[in-house]
């Protein structure tokens, strides 16, 4: 039988963590890199959104013209389980390739903002973003309207 016993004092896990820190950043690099330095699974402009003026400016790029100012902003939870409506919301997020359904139980903000350019000339027309952080994990266009839609924020041909 083979017994191993170490000293370890403040300096040794100074040093023991510093190094593991060096170790996982190299990691980190080397996937970043390996991937070609950008999210392969994102439109570039689906993350690293710092807030509503950076929402707004990815609706525009996206074809909707948008009141600069969001008309509601709300913290919400996604739900763990997807059913009834949401079941057909998580559909429309997957069909524009956004993974708010890997963030079940998660906590989110919702950005809502007044839509001023539908081509239907409707004026109750909101467009909603859902942020993670930085990223864009949902987002659609609806309307407000009590007989209202909802539909992809992506346009994708005719209305």
């Known amino acids: 039988m083979f017994v191993f016993t170490a000293k370890l004092n403040r300096k040794k896990a100074v ?14 690099l080397a996937v970043h890199a390996a ?39 709300q913290s919400i939870v996604i739900p763990r389980q997807f059913n009834g409506v949401y079941a057909d919301y998580i559909k429309l997020q997957k069909e524009q390739g956004y993974p708010i359904e890997n963030y079940a139980g ?12 539908y081509p239907t000339g409707e004026k109750d027309i909101v467009a909603d ?12 266009i609806q309307s407000t309207a009590s007989d209202g839609f909802m539909r992809a924020l992506k346009q994708t041909g005719s209305i």
Do not use: C
């Not at 040093?15 to 980190?28: H, S």
């Open 15 to 28: 040093l023991i963590t510093a190094g593991l820190a060096v170790v996982l950043a190299l990691i980190v």
């Open 35 to 73: 991937s070609g330095g950008k999210k392969t699974d994102l439109h570039p402009s689906e993350s690293g959104i710092n807030g509503a003026q950076d929402i707004a400016a990815y609706l525009a790029a996206l074809g909707w013209q948008v009141e600069p100012e969001p008309i509601e902003t």
């Open 129 to 140: 973003v859902v942020l993670f952080g930085s990223e864009i994990i949902a987002g659609d």
């Open 106 to 117: 998660m906590q989110a903000v919702r950005y809502s903002f007044r839509v001023t350019n």
